[in-house]
């Protein structure tokens, strides 16, 4: 289990303004995985709101092509600051390959955010995913600070799927 960000912020600072999307870029080296789903700082207020998920691939240079979307509600408040994005299907990630994830809500409000990113994590099956800014994010979303705390993953393996998590902790 690795950390994208070292802590979230004390306080609901960052604004998620009516439909900006936060979005960072992945690349996966030492092993296979498949993502199931993506973390995101939630409100603290009591409320339901909608949120937007795609998953992008890095083609010919700075060309992104869409792999995977989808939305769900996600409720907020109280002692939850986090929810999940869970993609209807999974997305196998390729070694060597840039990917981005990309998240939004078309309503305004303010947010949890991760501050203190780390540049990358190691996985269970010691593969290592490194985090870069993203041409997509028009929210502010960078390796120091942002949305995207975490994504639900499984190893890609010729006998077995191990289930984990790679979260904010």
């Known amino acids: 289990m690795g950390s994208k960000f070292r802590r979230r912020s004390a306080i609901c600072a960052w604004d998620m303004s009516e439909g900006a999307t936060d979005a960072i870029c ?88 991760g501050e203190g990113g780390v540049n990358y994590i190691r996985l269970s099956n010691g593969a290592r995913v490194t985090f870069s800014s993203c041409p997509l994010s028009e929210n502010g979303t960078s390796l120091q600070r942002g949305q995207i705390p975490f994504f639900l993953y499984s190893v890609v393996q010729s006998e077995k799927c191990d289930t984990s998590q790679a979260k904010d902790e």
Not at 29 to 55: F, K
């Open 26 to 113: 992945i690349r996966v080296e030492g092993g296979r995985i498949s993502l199931r789903g993506i973390g995101v700082y939630l409100h603290a207020e009591q409320v339901r709101r909608t949120w937007q998920c795609e998953i992008h691939v890095l083609r010919d240079g700075d060309q992104f092509s869409l792999l995977s979307k989808t939305s769900c509600e996600l409720s907020s408040g109280g002692t939850v600051d986090t929810g999940v994005i869970l993609l209807p299907d999974s997305v196998t990630l390729s070694v060597g390959v840039t990917y981005a994830i990309k998240v939004w809500t078309p309503e305004n409000g303010k947010t949890y955010c």
